[in-house]
């Protein structure tokens, strides 16, 4: 029983993350059609700007509460992915396509190498929090890991929720409109008055901010994190995620990240043996021919750009009527 | 609003693409750009719209210098470029395409009320409006470009190659639109290879050679000029 609340809030808590981590590069890919290849580093950023404020502050001051604490955790984190964000937007947005995901696939390994060598974060091991968890208590305390396991449920739900609320808020706004226009053809846009380079910063930086509010989540909730953890192939998972569930589409969002966190979950119990030795890692070729298929079969990723309630299908099956999507 | 060009020199990494073109265009008039290919006239407009920055010379927008300004900025200022290719939102629908050619219009009323005006005036967008602009044909594209481009109720507007694969029949209602456009007080600076249409509705006329004004005058001179039927009337 305990290790079945165990699993399902860890399993609940992590996609949580990787949907916050999806939904922000889908802001960014997705709908201003910026490839980007580093969102793990932002996630690192966050994660560890997160991580050091309440370890160091809890350092300072041993008696500030930790919902303070974790308030300001949040903070640091968004406001220092975001910041980087800035830095690494400004050079590199003058740049297409290819360029700006070599760039950004750049930008995510110096992030990880600085982290790696960085003594105050506790360079390439970890960086515990020790015995600090929120809420108070320790983890090897069952009470007390009830309770920071359901604290990082809800939080996770109200990151999803509000990560989604400002997304779909800017979607359909005239600023929406704008950021879809420079996925399409920014000279256009620029002939229509959009300042091109503003809109691409403001949904880079804001992208970035939502990632390092997914990176101070999992920094808390895991409670020790290390530079490994956000390696290049992390940025490479969350970039299957949206294409998988279609650029620009949040429901496919949702549906991808939950298909692709919890599959090789439960593939990586099963045994396979060939020719009387087991195969070690088996399902990740399944997972790749899968993958592999759904972009023969489905291109445009599940639901392509539209929402699940606009797709006819299921627009039928709840009997509801009026304008239809678009065509993928 | 009365557009200036000044000695404008402006190239490609290294390669001149104009040496010192002079153009004026008055308020309320249509002036056309003629030349051959590769003779500097997208490049004209490019600079003018901010696209291209000129290496040497000044535009002037009424009495305010131009050149120095971006793309966005100049459209904010009612200098509307309809570029060469249509540049359409190809996976957004019509609509959404007019209304980003109204994005800098504040008045919502207003924009609601241009949306019918096109969709009247080009019908065939009317039927379309939930369409991806991407599905439409060569023509209904051209027509969209044209609306998207009058959505942002430009002062100064700028064509480029209106007509370019267009059927007869189309080509003819493009330059009606043009006309029309004009009647209603907007100043257009036109591009196009086809002469005889352009200098129908065009006020006066400049050839470009080779990244210079070759020949100017009204669009009646520019008719009977010997150089000009030679090159792009084809004989007379």
């Known amino acids: ?328 | 609003m009365t557009l200036r060009l000044e000695n404008i020199e402006a190239g490609y990494g290294g390669i001149a693409a104009l040496r010192g073109v002079s153009i004026e265009v008055r308020a309320g008039e249509i002036v056309a750009i003629l030349g051959a290919n590769g003779a500097g006239k997208s490049t004209t407009l490019k600079v003018i719209s901010g696209l291209v920055r000129p290496s040497g010379g000044a535009v002037y927008l009424e009495d305010r210098r131009i050149d120095r300004l971006r793309p966005y900025e100049t459209a904010r200022l009612g200098l509307v470029h309809c570029p060469e290719g249509r540049r359409l939102f190809a996976n957004m629908t019509v609509l959404e395409n007019l209304e980003m050619g109204a994005y800098q219009r504040g008045d919502k009323a207003g924009v609601k009320r241009d949306i019918e005006k096109m969709t009247g005036l080009f019908d065939v967008l009317g039927s379309r409006r939930a369409q991806l602009a991407g599905t439409l044909s060569g023509g209904e594209q051209q027509m969209l470009a044209l609306a998207r481009a009058l959505m942002a109720r430009p002062k100064v507007l700028l064509l480029d190659e209106p007509s370019l694969g267009l059927a007869p029949m189309l080509i003819e209602q493009i330059f009606a639109t043009i006309a029309q456009i004009r009647r209603e007080g907007v100043t257009i600076l036109l591009v196009e290879q086809n002469a005889h249409m352009a200098l129908e509705v065009a006020d006066r006329g400049y050839v470009l050679e080779t990244g210079h004004v070759a020949v100017t005058g009204d669009a009646d001179e520019l008719r009977n000029h010997p150089a000009v039927i030679e090159a792009y009337l084809g004989g007379a």
Not at chain 1, 252 to 268: D, K, Q
């Open chain 1, 1 to 328: 029983m305990e290790a079945l609340f165990s699993r399902l809030s860890n399993d609940f808590v992590l996609i949580c993350v990787y949907l916050v981590l999806a939904l922000s590069l889908n802001l960014i890919n997705g709908y201003a059609g910026l490839f980007s290849l580093g969102h793990a580093g932002f996630w690192a950023v966050g994660a560890y700007c997160g991580s050091a404020f309440i370890i160091y502050s809890h350092q300072a001051g041993p008696g500030i509460p930790g919902a303070l604490l974790f308030c300001g955790g949040i903070t640091a984190a968004m406001g220092g992915a975001a910041l980087v964000g800035l830095i690494v937007g400004l050079p590199s947005l003058r740049l297409q396509g290819d360029y700006l995901a070599i760039a950004s696939l750049g930008f995510s390994l110096i992030v990880v190498n600085i982290l790696n060598n960085l003594a105050v974060v506790g360079g390439a091991s970890s960086f515990p929090f020790g015995g600090l968890v929120w809420p108070d208590g320790a983890l090897y305390d069952l009470k007390a890991r009830v309770a920071h396991n359901l604290t990082h449920i809800v939080l996770g739900v109200l990151a999803v929720g509000t990560c989604t609320l400002v997304i779909r808020n800017i979607r359909h706004s005239s600023h929406g409109r704008a950021i879809l226009s420079l996925r399409e053809d920014e000279v256009a846009s620029a002939m229509c008055g959009v300042n091109v380079v503003k809109y691409k910063l403001l949904v880079f930086v804001l992208g970035a901010a939502f990632a390092g509010l997914a990176g101070v989540l999992y920094a808390t909730y895991t409670t020790r994190i290390a530079p490994e953890a956000f390696n290049f192939m992390e940025s490479v998972k969350i970039l299957l995620m949206v294409v998988l569930g279609g650029l620009g589409s949040l429901s496919g969002t949702f549906i991808a990240v939950i298909v692709l966190y919890e599959v090789p979950e439960l593939l990586r119990m099963s045994h396979v043996t060939i020719a009387g030795s087991p195969v070690a890692d088996w399902w990740v070729m399944l997972y790749a021919l899968v993958l592999v298929m759904l972009m023969i079969l489905r291109p445009q990723g599940l639901l392509g750009s539209k929402e699940l309630f606009e797709c006819a299908g299921i627009r039928r099956l709840f009997g509801m009527a009026g304008r239809g999507g678009r065509e993928a």
